[in-house]
Nanobody, 122 residues
Framework: VQLQASGGGLVQAGGSLRLSCAAS????????IGWFREAPGKEREFVAA???????YYADSVKDRFTISRDDVDNAYYLQMISLKPEDTAVYYC?????????????????WGQGTLVTVSS
């Protein structure tokens, strides 16, 4: 299964964007879907994740601003972002991990696809 992120773009600070992650096939509910981001010159970092039982996890930096959701019928996963800040500028990626192995270390996640660029202007 390949995961492809889309929906990025240029937005002003305070604005909103909705990212989508499309799976090429069915993702079993035993997998947790996550979003990571990689800013220029920085390591890829965890942003948010959602399990098959709809438990959600967020990095402190995006809590209360970002909302992750999943639609297993359409094999689509979303990251709604509001109150965007310039420091949210990054390439955003989606990936998956077996839920029993859940952690925020990017090395344990897989099925990375191409990311989508989010640029927040001040």
């Amino acid at each position: 299964v390949q995961l492809q992120a889309s929906g990025g773009g240029l937005v002003q600070a305070g604005g909103s964007l909705r990212l989508s992650c499309a799976a090429s096939g069915r993702v079993p509910v035993a997998y947790t879907i996550g979003w990571f981001r990689e800013a220029p010159g920085k390591e890829r970092e965890f942003v948010a994740a959602i399990s098959g039982t709809l438990d959600t996890y967020y990095a402190d930096s995006v809590k209360d601003r970002f909302t992750i959701s999943r639609d297993d019928v359409d094999n689509a996963y979303y990251l709604q972002m509001i109150s965007l800040k310039p420091e949210d500028t990054a390439v955003y990626y989606c990936a998956r991990i077996p839920s029993y192995r859940y952690n925020t270390d990017k090395r344990h996640w897989h099925n990375w696809g191409q990311g989508t660029l989010v640029t927040v202007s001040s």
